[in-house]
């Protein structure tokens, strides 16, 4: 594994994972639509940047080759976002990823990495949501990571190695930072406004620190094949709930944070376990969710994230409804 492929590379999670791999030795190719800005990547020699779009095979076809390894990010990434344009997030989330796998398969990548999520088990009452757990995905997002799932558990094969991480909501810093996630969104609050409100508050939320997640997939690139092959594990670090989560969030920023509690209809409460990746390949997560919150709170206070409450950048449904993405 020298050469690795990753589609979405200059996104949350690959802000933080490309530089990564970069100092690690590998050499990283990027592909995306960057419209978060390339300056969100280093410039390095071992680094090709590229713009473009998943959907475009002959694209595809050109740069996978001589490529390893495929790590998949890419996808309209939340749901909000995705019910903002549906057909957009059909085209990039689903009718792309088949072709994806095939002229990976194709091209000689010997592995490939796909960055599905826990959503796909919809809202379970038992108390440890694990692989085995039928899927009941509630939304057209989850349906299509699910389906994904599916597809590529066809393509594995002695030459070609799949697996499939279904992991928590990511949280902490990242030079593309997103600010609509759970714990990114209740330290911007905090930190900005002195004031958290929290919605409900007994429905549980599983997150996992963004160091945890990048580590995990350079990990990933390291095992052999045999132990990993057509695998699928979920990545997550604890369950807390949304109140709980709250007075981390308040623990890490200062105890003149408010924390208000109003009542809510959505009672959606998401919760798994990650003992098999534990058991199986030894990874754990080592960052707690009140770290990110932390870290979040210093790139504040260094006037690292300017804007914060309005600027459109750090809401993917809000740059997307300015930049018209089709």
């Known amino acids: 594994m020298k050469n690795i492929f990753i589609t979405g590379g200059a996104g949350y999670v690959g802000a933080i994972l490309v530089p990564k791999l970069l100092k690690q030795g590998y050499n990283v190719t990027v592909l995306d639509l960057m419209i978060y800005g390339e300056d969100v990547l280093p ?80 809202i379970k009452e038992m108390p440890n949501v694990t692989e085995d757990t039928p899927l009941e995905p509630l939304t057209d997002y989850s349906k299509f990571k699910a389906n ?12 070609f190695t799949t697996l499939t991480i279904r992991p928590a909501t990511v949280c902490g810093y ?21 004031e958290i409100t929290v919605f409900g508050g007994e429905q549980k939320r599983p997150n ?15 095992l052999p094949s045999e132990k990993i092959a057509g695998k699928i594990y979920n990545a997550g670090y604890e369950n807390h709930t949304v109140s709980q989560i709250a007075q981390m ?43 990110a919150s932390v870290d979040l709170k210093r790139e504040f206070e260094a006037g690292h ?19 018209h993405l089709q």
């Open 43 to 122: 410039n390095h020699p071992n680094l090709k940047k590229v713009k473009g779009d998943i959907r475009d095979q002959a694209l595809l076809k050109k740069i996978l080759v001589g490529q390893d390894a495929v790590i998949h990010l890419a996808c309209i990434s939340n749901d909000p976002s995705f019910e903002l344009n549906p057909t957009l997030g059909k085209s990039i989330n689903l009718d792309a990823f088949e072709p994806l796998v095939k002229i990976s398969k194709e091209s000689g990548v010997k592995r490939f990495i796909y960055a599905s999520s826990s959503s796909v088990y919809g």
């Open 148 to 159: 994904c799932e599916v597809i590529l558990a066809k393509y594995q094969s002695p030459e």
């Open 174 to 194: 990242s030079p593309r930072l997103r600010l609509d996630l759970t714990v990114n969104i209740l330290t911007n609050l905090a930190v900005n406004k002195g």
């Open 208 to 222: 996992i620190h963004i160091e945890d997640m990048t580590d995990l997939y350079c990990y990933l690139l390291t």
């Open 249 to 291: 969030v308040k623990h890490a920023v200062g105890d003149q944070v408010k924390i208000i509690t109003t009542p809510t209809n959505d009672h959606r409460s998401y919760h798994i376990s990650s003992e098999k990746i534990k058991k199986e390949l030894g990874f754990e997560p080592k960052h707690t969710i009140e770290e």
């Open 305 to 323: 994230i300017p804007d914060s409450l309005s600027d459109p950048k750090y809401f993917n449904v809000k740059l997307m409804q300015l930049i």
